[in-house]
């Protein structure tokens, strides 16, 4: 494959991967945060992000943000509320559902899996820890249009960064279009035109896809 065709791709099993659990450790919060969060624990585990010298973990029904520092104690830094103030959900139809996060530049991007509209939205940590919620609908919209990369109903799951690019990976175990196009897939978003988007996702156009030269399948 070359051209765009190299930079949209259906993942392929690797039988050789392995993971070994070598720590486990409760994600509890002091008594002072779980009075701030409103919850006593870390409520889900979609992901992980070395983000300087912390280490984000990434909930899919919380607009809260956990990490912990070098010591392994744990922290919390706000994400901005939804319009009703929320920042925990325990209805499922309304959770941001971040299930994907990668480090660009100088900033951590939290995505939304796009599986339904209340979850199109990117969270974006600044350096200093500052933070905001935009919404992307125009680039999941492009996302969802792709049929070479959703087959099926779209449903984000990973991120990473590799040169120049950012690998975005959907999981097709949602609702398929037809019988036949429900698959695992890559797609490539060429970084510059990401950081234009993400500027001002009101009026700037989505970012080509599928644009960059080929890359790994594999998302972390």
Sequence with gaps: MNGANAAIRRAKLQEQARVRVIERRPLRFSPDLASLVGARWVRSGSGLLR????????????????WLDETGQLHVMPLPADGAGLRLFDDKRKKPDFEAAALVGDRA??????????????????????????????????????????????????????????LLCNRGNGAPRDPASAFDATVQVPLDELERYLTDPERALAPALGTGSAASETCA
């Design 51 to 66: 983000f300087g010298r912390r280490l984000l973990l990434i909930q899919d029904d919380a607009l809260w943000l956990p």
């Design 109 to 166: 991007l939290l995505f939304g899996s796009g599986s339904l509209p209340s979850r199109e939205r990117i969270a974006i940590v600044g350096p200093d820890g500052k933070t905001r919620v935009i919404d992307g609908r125009t680039l999941y919209a492009a996302l969802r249009a792709e049929r070479r990369f959703a087959g099926a109903e779209l449903n984000i799951e990973g991120a990473v960064v590799v040169a120049g690019q950012l």
